[in-house]
């Protein structure tokens, strides 16, 4: 049974830091956590433009704090949701031979098939629409989670 699900995208301080908040809203009996490929802002809260478009939604991103993604959250977790291809194939690089921890495009949970990332709104500006393509997929994976088809 899934019941412990990261989300990684490459900083941890916009797009995966928004998935987690919003599936701990949709899904608070998971447990639920968020980090980044690089190391780039370790320590640090959600980039505050994203902070301000997920407030605007009643989602709270002040106390999160980035962290690096590390070769224990495969022990750690039931599911590894990376946000683009890039983040997927870097876990996958770490992953401990053998190791049965699924590692997908959280993307693979999206009503619309040609959604194939999400799009690093630091580098877009376009918060509004990842987070709208986040809540998507948010809800595609409850439904997922619902028919234990993860």
């Not at 830091?17 to 320590?43: C, M």
């Not at 977790?77 to 590692?103: Q, S, W």
Request: net charge negative.
């Amino acid at each position: 049974m899934t019941n412990r699900i990261l989300f990684v995208c490459l900083g941890n301080i916009c797009r995966s830091p928004a998935a987690e908040a919003v599936l701990r809203g949709l899904a608070p009996q998971f447990e639920i956590d968020s980090a980044g490929t690089s190391d780039w802002h370790v320590g640090e809260p959600p980039y505050q433009p994203m902070q301000a478009a997920a407030a605007a939604r009643g989602l709270d991103l002040s106390a999160l704090r980035a962290r690096q993604f590390s070769t224990a959250d495969f022990d750690r977790f039931d599911l590894i949701l990376g946000m683009d291809g890039d983040n997927v194939a870097k876990v996958e690089t770490l992953r401990p031979h053998g190791h049965p921890t699924p590692v997908r495009r959280f993307t693979d949970y999206a009503p619309d098939p040609g959604a194939t990332h999400v799009p690093d709104p630091y580098y877009t500006r376009d918060f509004d629409g990842v987070l709208d393509l986040i809540e998507s997929c948010a809800r595609g994976l409850v439904a997922a989670l619902d028919r234990g088809a993860v």
